[in-house]
Each structure stands twice: as structure tokens, then as C-alpha cells.
């Protein structure tokens, strides 16, 4: 009824059934069948149609005023509607980065919103940054409720609740212009000679694993450490260096001028959400969403 009470106004207005078809994006003819199926609804003609176009009758006439009443009143109704829907609906805050990006939960998330229509996500930026980052792990809670990324900051780890979703597997990252530019797979025993940078500022307990196990069983390869958190930087500092970088399969696509081929290494790291310990109740029922999405996959 609502379609047939604007098409009726703008008919109306239009004093023509192919002028109002233009002004609604229809066709003439969808015009006509609504109007009819109005005035057999009604019971009264409505129009007078004539070779240059159509009048109000009198009924017409007399409907018309109510015909605009009850189209604005609908309107109206409905941003009431939607005004109470987002007074109930709670925002779940999720950070995001290059190197922490939130698209393994939007895509997660965009699998079962529609079970929980009373939650919304937004979306807040932060920079991978060496020196800022400590304190973004420090203060999950703060800006943004949950971020989504490796768990590779055991050093912080008394911070924060994670959630696991998966894992990552390690490889290695090149210059293009590297020797090694062009292996589709990498055996540990290709670096012989070579110069690995191993990033730990997060203090990450696989990480120190796979430095020991490299150091002990392959003391060809040179272990470069660095002792700060992964961040854009490191990998500028690699392609321009042309050395190889200990990496994750996630970042492949995060520096145009490396190459992140799969290694031999049999290490992989969990990655999932990392929230607040104290998380709000909103925040808790979406997590505990996840988790039985999760679990059910």
C-alpha cells in the first residue's frame, strides 16, 4: 500500500501516468497497474483520464491530502523505529592495522551478525609502530575493545584475555632482488651463508624457540636479533639491507618489494583476539559468539 500511496501523490502531482513513471523510475505501464489495483482497493475512481493526461475527481481530491499524511507519518514511523533499534544495538570497538588486520573477524563476524542484530562493529586504526605499540597492547580496553592479530607479545601478555582462532606458519621474507627471490619454497639450509633477522621485541616464546633451534642444529645461517616489535620499519630495513626476515604466511602481502616464501620450519604461532580483562558485557557476549562460531567450523 505505502508504493501505491507515493505512486498515487506523485501521479497526482505529475498530472500524468509516464511523467510520474520518470520522476519513480518505473515503467508507465507499472504505474497504471498500481493505480488501478488503488482505486479497486478504494472502491472509487480516483482519476479522470483524458488524451492529455489525468485529474484528481472529486475523491481524488478529497484522498490526496490523506495520501501525503500517511506517507510522512510512515516516514516518520520509521525513523522512530530505527532511532529505538540503535538505542538497544551496543558497538563492539576493534582495532586494526597492516600488520593486525581485523579481516579474519569482519569475515568471521559477517558469517552470523544477522543472529545478533543487537551488536554492531566499528572500526578503529592504529599504526604498527615499534615505540607505540607496547602501549596499545597495554591499554586493549581503552581505544578499542579487541584487536586481532599473532600472538607474538608474551611480554605483555598479563594485559590482555585472548580468544585463538588459528594459527600462522613461519617463513621467510626477501628483496626481490635476492638470490633466493624466485624458490617457491625455502628449506632452512638454503640461508647457509646468509644473514636471518629474527624479530623479538615481544619476547614471543616461539619465536626463542626457533632462534634456538636454529642456533644449535644450522650455526651456518647468521642470527641477526632485534629486539623490538614487528613493524613496517622492519621490513623497509630488510628490502633495502637484502637480507633475509624471519616472517608470518599473513604477511605476504604487506611489503610490494619482498617475497614471503614458505619454510621447512615446523613452527607455527596462534592468532586470534586479544580483549581487555575486564571486558564489558557487550564485549563478552560477543566473544562468546565467536567462540561457538569458532568451535563449529
Same mark, same amino acid.
Given at each position: 500500500? *505505502?508504493?501505491?500511496?507515493?505512486?498515487?501523490?506523485?501521479?497526482?502531482?505529475?498530472?500524468?501516468?509516464?511523467?510520474?513513471?520518470?520522476?519513480?523510475?518505473?515503467?508507465?505501464?507499472?504505474?497504471?497497474?498500481?493505480? *488501478?489495483?488503488?482505486? !479497486?482497493? %478504494?472502491?472509487?475512481? @480516483?482519476? *479522470?483520464?483524458?488524451?492529455?493526461?489525468?485529474?484528481? %475527481?472529486?475523491?481524488?481530491?478529497?484522498?490526496?491530502?490523506?495520501?501525503?499524511?500517511?506517507?510522512?507519518?510512515?516516514?516518520?514511523?520509521?525513523? !522512530?523505529?530505527?532511532?529505538?533499534?540503535?538505542? *538497544? !544495538?551496543?558497538?563492539?570497538?576493534?582495532?586494526?592495522?597492516?600488520?593486525?588486520?581485523?579481516?579474519?573477524?569482519?569475515?568471521?563476524?559477517?558469517?552470523?551478525?544477522?543472529?545478533?542484530?543487537? =551488536?554492531? $562493529?566499528?572500526?578503529?586504526?592504529?599504526?604498527?609502530?615499534?615505540?607505540?605499540?607496547? %602501549?596499545?597492547?597495554?591499554?586493549?580496553?581503552?581505544?578499542?575493545? =579487541?584487536?586481532?592479530?599473532?600472538? @607474538?607479545?608474551?611480554?605483555?601478555?598479563?594485559?590482555? !584475555?585472548?580468544?585463538?582462532?588459528?594459527?600462522?606458519?613461519?617463513?621467510?621474507?626477501?628483496?626481490?632482488?635476492?638470490?633466493?627471490?624466485?624458490?617457491?619454497?625455502?628449506?632452512?639450509? &638454503?640461508?647457509?651463508?646468509?644473514?636471518?633477522?629474527?624479530?623479538?621485541?615481544?619476547?614471543?616464546?616461539? $619465536?626463542?624457540?626457533?632462534? &634456538?633451534?636454529?642456533?644449535?642444529?644450522?650455526?651456518? $645461517?647468521?642470527?641477526?636479533?632485534?629486539?623490538?616489535?614487528? &613493524?613496517?620499519?622492519?621490513?623497509?630495513?630488510?628490502?633495502?639491507?637484502?637480507?633475509?626476515? @624471519? %616472517?608470518?604466511?599473513?604477511?605476504?602481502?604487506?611489503?610490494?618489494?619482498?617475497?614471503?616464501?614458505? #619454510?621447512?620450519?615446523?613452527?607455527?604461532?596462534?592468532?586470534?583476539? @586479544?580483549?581487555?580483562?575486564?571486558?564489558?558485557?557487550?564485549?563478552?557476549?560477543?566473544?562468546? $559468539?565467536?567462540?561457538?562460531?569458532?568451535? #563449529?567450523?
Amino acid at each position: 500500500m *505505502n508504493e501505491q500511496l507515493k505512486t498515487f501523490v506523485q501521479v497526482a502531482e505529475s498530472g500524468s501516468f509516464s511523467k510520474a513513471a520518470e520522476q519513480l523510475f518505473i515503467s508507465s505501464t507499472a504505474v497504471m497497474k498500481q493505480m *488501478n489495483l488503488l482505486e !479497486r482497493q %478504494t472502491g472509487t475512481p @480516483l482519476f *479522470n483520464r483524458t488524451n492529455h493526461g489525468v485529474k484528481l %475527481t472529486e475523491a481524488g481530491a478529497a484522498f490526496i491530502k490523506d495520501a501525503e499524511f500517511m506517507l510522512q507519518y510512515y516516514q516518520e514511523s520509521l525513523i !522512530r523505529m530505527r532511532q529505538a533499534a540503535q538505542a *538497544n !544495538r551496543h558497538i563492539v570497538r576493534v582495532g586494526t592495522s597492516m600488520l593486525n588486520s581485523c579481516k579474519v573477524l569482519i569475515d568471521l563476524w559477517n558469517g552470523i551478525s544477522d543472529l545478533s542484530p543487537q =551488536i554492531g $562493529i566499528s572500526i578503529v586504526h592504529f599504526e604498527d609502530d615499534a615505540h607505540t605499540l607496547p %602501549t596499545t597492547y597495554r591499554t586493549i580496553g581503552q581505544s578499542f575493545d =579487541i584487536m586481532v592479530g599473532p600472538f @607474538l607479545a608474551d611480554r605483555w601478555k598479563d594485559y590482555y !584475555r585472548v580468544l585463538e582462532l588459528g594459527s600462522y606458519r613461519f617463513c621467510f621474507a626477501v628483496s626481490r632482488q635476492h638470490r633466493l627471490a624466485s624458490q617457491k619454497t625455502l628449506s632452512v639450509t &638454503d640461508l647457509y651463508g646468509e644473514r636471518l633477522v629474527v624479530v623479538n621485541g615481544g619476547n614471543c616464546s616461539v $619465536i626463542h624457540d626457533i632462534r &634456538d633451534f636454529l642456533i644449535k642444529n644450522h650455526p651456518q $645461517i647468521r642470527i641477526k636479533e632485534v629486539p623490538r616489535l614487528y &613493524d613496517l620499519d622492519g621490513f623497509n630495513r630488510c628490502e633495502e639491507s637484502n637480507t633475509v626476515m @624471519l %616472517t608470518l604466511e599473513a604477511w605476504a602481502d604487506i611489503h610490494p618489494s619482498l617475497v614471503t616464501i614458505p #619454510s621447512d620450519l615446523d613452527f607455527a604461532v596462534p592468532y586470534g583476539l @586479544l580483549y581487555s580483562l575486564h571486558p564489558s558485557e557487550v564485549v563478552n557476549q560477543f566473544i562468546e $559468539i565467536i567462540k561457538e562460531m569458532n568451535a #563449529s567450523k
